[in-house]
């Protein structure tokens, strides 16, 4: 039967499509008059005939989210014995409005039968209005009502196909489970999906508590695509984000789930009014009607992730913070330079693994050398396997006196998760030759070697037998008073030395000021500039910064027990103890429950900044 009426079909439309051809070609606009702003609408291009080459309008005021999507349909009725056609394509972009005001869409064209056929350009108000009251008072389509009315009665749309879960979802996949503390773990967020996609987004990412993470997609040009089977079914895979996370504790966490909001294009079928002719017969048939498409926006939430984190093993003095794989090297802008000049010394740490929380290793640094904060310089990579490239430390070092001196080798430590223990490597030293400053200023050691230098021999020395005076020549006075100078300047130098090793709490006051203004620099703008996600993470990173420099803990390794034991430990008083659970609480709880008054974050702000003050000025029992 059904092989019966597509050979009839068939047969009308060859003998009628030379009239169908015949007609001029048209191109009408089907789209609303006016729109709320922010909200996504269609607006549709019909055109009599078949079409293609099908050329996008200007839009001004209006932004593309999807589309084109192409349509075709075709029709054929008989009337008094008399058989007619027609053949349409239609063209649908979706768009949204940015702003009140006017929007204008230019005109659009397409190719028909090697002509080009155009439509007139319009404009769309703009308004805060209720969709439904603007098109009660204007109609909703640009048209008149009873040219609307027409169209209606000609065809209807059936309700798009349901999209259910199996048809489309988005999924979280992680390549560790379980894991080191600080070790890297890969997070992968797909849309699967067995419709097409014109469009993702991602209005906010997952906050996860206990977890340093860097975006690996923040560059991404492009969305990974690929076919996938999963449960015995075909899906086109899409990758919407790629992450690295570092567990800063240990025990078992939770990964959020990620949101996203997507446009999926479905397939419907139109129905067209029963004419009481003979092409009933083919209407109630469901391989007779004509498909259309039409966008749907869809709401989509990932599943969440557990992992269970192992604590590290106890460290050695030499550990540094570094979960991965490492290698260090040192070197120096300078090998020979004058007394007073600086040069820059600087250590890399080169490899994979948790290169953005790794803390400058611990150098002794030879005596009379004046040193200042290392700078740190990123050479950091973001590939699909996580982080690699290397960090810099740099240290601007100024000699004070002459002489050969060795920049030492040092013992650099990391754990390597993959063998599950630490691994120490040796960084090389740097020798620097020092040689006298280059002005005419007497340094200490010029002082201390005329005390050490040969005196002038007298050739024409007078002899005197025991017990006559001779003459002391001035000479002898000259040397003895240049002795007894340079030994009440080392006396004065080493009491002075004394004064300032005695003067600890002092200098370490002023450190702590220093650092605590250095470190809430970066909040304190974006507090001025109202971002509070990167505030709150400005102030979380001071506050347990400090923390980490001032007990020389591996930032890696610190928690909320350890920051308890190591005060408890060294008699800090337990008023401020408090205080500072207080505060890191405090942090913790806004940098996870945003949405705070300008007076809330300003607290937070002079707390944390009293709180890492405190911190640094605590006097460390040796």
């Known amino acids: 039967m059904r092989i019966i009426k597509v050979t009839f079909l068939l047969c009308a439309m060859v003998a009628a499509y030379s009239y169908a051809a015949a007609q001029d070609a048209v ?7 006016s729109v709320p702003a922010g909200q996504p609408f269609q607006i549709t291009f019909d055109v009599n005939a078949r079409a293609s080459n099908f050329k996008m309008p200007t839009l001004k005021g209006l932004t593309l989210m999807s589309g084109p ?3 075709f349909s075709s029709s054929t009725t008989f009337i008094n014995g008399k058989m007619s056609q027609s053949v349409s394509n239609t063209f649908t972009i979706v768009v949204a409005a940015d702003h009140e005001g006017t929007a204008n869409v230019g005109a659009a064209s397409c190719t028909v039968d090697g002509k080009t056929v155009s439509s007139r350009p319009f404009s769309i108000t703009i308004e805060k209005e209720s969709p439904q009251s603007a098109n009660s008072q204007r109609g909703g389509w640009g048209q008149p009502r009873s040219q609307q009315r027409q169209q209606q009665q000609q065809q209807q749309q059936e309700p798009a196909k349901t999209i259910d879960g199996n048809t489309l979802f988005a999924r979280a996949s992680i390549n560790k489970s379980n894991l080191y503390q600080g070790e890297e773990a890969i997070i992968v967020y797909k849309i699967y999906t067995q419709v097409p996609l014109t469009q993702f987004q991602i209005d906010k990412l997952p906050r996860n508590k206990g977890f340093w993470s860097e975006d690996l997609s923040e560059n991404m040009t492009q969305v990974k695509q690929y076919s996938e089977t999963l449960n ?7 990758e919407i984000r790629r992450g690295a996370l570092y567990p800063q504790e240990n025990g078992k966490l939770t990964i959020a789930p990620l949101k996203t909001d997507v ?12 004419t009481g002719t003979i092409l009933d017969f083919f209407i109630d048939d469901p391989f007779f009607s004509i498909p259309q498409q039409q966008a749907v926006v869809k709401s989509l939430t990932s599943n969440s992730i557990s992992v269970n984190v192992k604590p590290l093993p106890e460290a050695p003095e030499s550990f540094a913070g570094g979960v991965g ?5 040192a070197k120096s802008d300078l090998k020979e330079l004058h007394a007073n000049e600086a040069f820059t010394y600087s250590v890399t740490i080169s490899g994979r693994g948790n290169l953005s929380l790794l803390e400058a290793p611990v150098i002794d640094f030879p005596k009379g050398m004046e040193t200042y904060e290392p700078r740190v310089i990123d050479n950091i990579n973001m590939g699909d396997n996580g982080l690699s490239g290397s960090r810099t430390f740099e240290w601007v070092v100024t000699p004070q006196t002459q002489g050969e001196y060795d920049m030492p080798a040092f013992d650099y430590t990391y754990f390597d998760p993959s063998a599950g223990h ?5 960084c090389n030293r740097v020798h620097i030759k020092v040689s006298k400053p280059l002005n005419n200023v007497a340094s200490k050691s010029d002082v201390t070697e005329l005390n050490s230098d040969i005196h002038h021999i007298m050739k024409d020395a007078k002899l005197h037998k025991a017990g006559q005076s001779g003459h002391v020549p001035a000479a002898f006075w000259l040397v003895l008073l240049l002795a007894a100078v340079a030994s009440a300047a080392a006396v004065l130098y080493a009491r002075h030395q004394q004064h300032i090793a005695g003067d600890e709490a002092s200098m370490r006051l002023q450190r702590a000021n220093k650092l605590a203004k250095k470190r809430l620099r970066n909040a304190e703008k974006q507090l001025d500039s109202g971002n509070d996600e990167l ?11 400090g923390i980490a420099d001032k007990f020389n803990i591996p930032l890696a390794s610190l928690s909320s027990d350890t920051i308890r034991q190591q005060l408890a430990g060294k008699s800090v008083d337990e008023a401020l103890q408090q205080q500072i659970l207080d505060t890191l609480h405090d942090v913790d709880f806004a940098r996870f429950a945003p949405g705070d008054s300008s007076s809330k974050k300003l607290q937070i702000f002079n707390e944390a900044m009293a709180t890492i003050t405190n911190i640094a000025a605590i006097r460390i029992k040796r």
Do not use: D, H, P
Not at 232 to 238: D, E, H, P, S
Not at 422 to 426: A, D, E, L, M
């Open 325 to 329: 794989n490492f290698n260090v090297s």
């Open 27 to 33: 191109m009408n606009v089907r789209c609303r008059t």
């Open 232 to 238: 015995g079914r075909q899906y086109q895979v899409a």
């Open 69 to 71: 999507s192409t349509g």
């Open 535 to 545: 505030f709150y993470e400005e102030i979380y990173k001071a506050l347990w910064g």
């Open 422 to 426: 630490y691994v120490t490597k040796q």
């Open 263 to 274: 446009v999926a294009i479905v397939q419907t079928r139109s129905q067209r009014q029963r």
